[in-house]
C-alpha cells in the first residue's frame, strides 16, 4: 500500500473510532492491547518467482491442507477442512484413512509409527495404523485447549505442540493477531508422564520444530512476526529466546529441513495499515467494527523463509502472483522437493529445494 494510502485508510479508521459511542466501545474488561512493532527491515535478496511454477498435487476436491507429512510407507498425509486425514501413495491413488471429528492443522509421524495430529478442535491426538483416532490431551490446569496448532515428534516420543490462544478458535484468529494478548502456549506431551507448559505468554503460538541434536524447539509467534528458541537441554534448559526477529510476513508453520535449517512459510506479507495501527487501543478497536471489506485483510501471496541454524536467511522463496502457492501454512522437505501446505488451497504446492 502506498504511503498516501495509508493515511487515507489511517483517517477513515480513526473517523470510526472517535464516532464509536461509549457504549458501542470495546467492553472495558477487554480491549486490545498496544503493541509497537519494529519497522519493517526485509530480508536481503531480490523478489523472484521460485514457487511460481510449483506444481500441484490434485487433493480430490478436498480443501485446506494445513501440513503434510510422509509415513513409513513412503506415502503423503495430509488433514483437510472437513476433518479428514488423507493419504495419497507413491502410486498417485488417494484416500480417507481416518476423520478426527474436528478440523486436523499439524502432523507428524512419531518413531512408534503413529501419525500425532494438532487437531484445533479436539486436542492432541494420534492415529493409530488401523486408522484409529485417539484423544491424548485436550486440557491443562482444567483450562481446555482453544486451537491445538501445530507440534514435533522427539526421538523418545515426546510430542512438543501449541495451542494457538486460549481466547480465540480457528475462525477468529485475525482477532486475536490485532489484539495481541499474548496467551497462546507451547506444550511438551509424553506417554506415562503427561502434559507439561514450557511456554505460556506467545502471541499467536504457530509452527513448532525441533533442532536436529533435540537441544531447543523453535515456535513461530505469528501476531509478534517471530519466531522464539526454548531451550530443553544444557545450560539454557527451560529458557526462551528470540531466533528469528522482525520477519516480513506472518509466521506460520516452522518445520526442519537437512543440514539443520529451518523452513518457515510466511502464510501473509505484513501490513502496513495493521502495523499502524497496532500502538493504538482504540483505533483496533474501530478496525475490527469496520466491515470485514474494509478491514486490512490478508494478501494472497506465497513466500518461504529458509532459515540456518544461527536463525539467519539463507533461502527466500517467493509466489508474488500468489497463483501457485498462495496462503502457506507449511513447507515440508522431503527428498529433494517442498511440499507447501495451505488453509486457502485445493492442492498441495510442490517445488524443488533451491
Request: glycine letters at 12%; one cysteine or more.
Amino acid at each position: 500500500m502506498r504511503q498516501a494510502g495509508v493515511r487515507a485508510a489511517l483517517l477513515v479508521v480513526a473517523a470510526v473510532a472517535l464516532a464509536l459511542p461509549p457504549y458501542f466501545a470495546w467492553p472495558a474488561a477487554e480491549p486490545p492491547a498496544a503493541w509497537h512493532p519494529s519497522p519493517l527491515a526485509d530480508v536481503p535478496g531480490p523478489r523472484n518467482e521460485a514457487l511460481a511454477g510449483a506444481e500441484r498435487i490434485p487433493l480430490g476436491g478436498a480443501h485446506g491442507p494445513e501440513d503434510v507429512a510422509f509415513g513409513p510407507d513412503g506415502a503423503l498425509y495430509t488433514g483437510v477442512a472437513d476433518g479428514r486425514i488423507l493419504r495419497r501413495r507413491p502410486d498417485g491413488s488417494l484416500d480417507t484413512v481416518a476423520r478426527t471429528g474436528g478440523r486436523p492443522l499439524g502432523l507428524r509421524f512419531g518413531g512408534d509409527g503413529r501419525l500425532y495430529v494438532a487437531d484445533a478442535a479436539r486436542g492432541l491426538l494420534a492415529m493409530g495404523r488401523d486408522g484409529s483416532v485417539e484423544v491424548l490431551v485436550r486440557e491443562h490446569g482444567h483450562r481446555p485447549f482453544r486451537l491445538t496448532d501445530d507440534l514435533d515428534v522427539a526421538a523418545d516420543g515426546t510430542v512438543y505442540f501449541t495451542d494457538a490462544s486460549t481466547r480465540v478458535g480457528l475462525g477468529d484468529a485475525a482477532r486475536d493477531v490485532v489484539e495481541q494478548y499474548p496467551t497462546g502456549r507451547l506444550f511438551s506431551w509424553q506417554a506415562g508422564t503427561g502434559v507439561r507448559l514450557l511456554h505460556g505468554r506467545l502471541a499467536f503460538a504457530n509452527g513448532v520444530a525441533l533442532d536436529r541434536d533435540e537441544r531447543s524447539v523453535l515456535v513461530a509467534e505469528t501476531a509478534r512476526y517471530r519466531v522464539q528458541r526454548c531451550w530443553l537441554r544444557g545450560d539454557r534448559a527451560g529458557r526462551c529466546d528470540v531466533f528469528a526477529d522482525n520477519l516480513p510476513g506472518f509466521p506460520d508453520g516452522v518445520t526442519r529441513g537437512r543440514d539443520g535449517r529451518f523452513w518457515v512459510a510466511l502464510v501473509s506479507p505484513r501490513n502496513a495499515l495493521l502495523d499502524r495501527v497496532h500502538p493504538h487501543p482504540r483505533l483496533k478497536t474501530a478496525l475490527l467494527r469496520l466491515p470485514d471489506a474494509l478491514r486490512p485483510g490478508p494478501k494472497a501471496y506465497g513466500r518461504v523463509l529458509g532459515l540456518g541454524e544461527d536463525g539467519r536467511v539463507v533461502h527466500d522463496l517467493h509466489d508474488p502472483s500468489g497463483a501457485a502457492a498462495a496462503f502457506v501454512t507449511n513447507a515440508v522437505e522431503h527428498a529433494g522437493h517442498l511440499y507447501l501446505g495451505g488453509l486457502e488451497s485445493g492442492w498441495i504446492a510442490r517445488v524443488r529445494v533451491p
